[in-house]
């Protein structure tokens, strides 16, 4: 997994379970398409790699979750400059918050520094490069 994901802030049933009609297979032009319902928040992370096909939905239940490299984490992000314990997000009653606990964070190519509250579709980065979004 990169360092790179983008915050959908919606809904996902708890781990482990699914909605019924949560996930719907549908015929798309080229193929077909998986459409996921959800019910609280979560991050989409759209790949680990430029060359990646996978999307991973990463729920944020209420209270906190940890994000870094680090072996303990919530959600476990790799990538240079990624720190152990690279920021935590607090879901308070469906309003989230991503607290930076390192330089390199930004959301929709802004540089991070305090708390800042997320809303849905919400592109996060959390490792830069010469100064440029790694993606």
Known sequence: MSGVTSAS?????????????????????????L???????????IGGDRLSTS????????????VGS?????IPVQGTGVLPLHCHIENSEGIVTIYPLSE?????GLKVTSPTRLSQGKYII??????????
Not at 19 to 32: K, Y
């Open 9 to 33: 802030i919606g809904s996902t049933p708890t781990l482990g379970t699914v909605n019924p009609g949560a996930v719907e297979l549908m015929d798309a032009a080229g193929g077909r398409a």
């Open 104 to 108: 390199n964070l930004s959301i929709d």
């Open 55 to 66: 999307v991973t939905l990463h729920p944020i239940p209420q209270g906190r979750v940890t």
């Open 70 to 74: 680090g072996p303990n984490v919530d």
């Open 126 to 135: 959390l490792i830069a490069v010469h100064g440029c979004p790694v993606r």
């Open 35 to 45: 459409k996921f319902q959800t019910d609280t928040p979560h991050l989409v992370n």
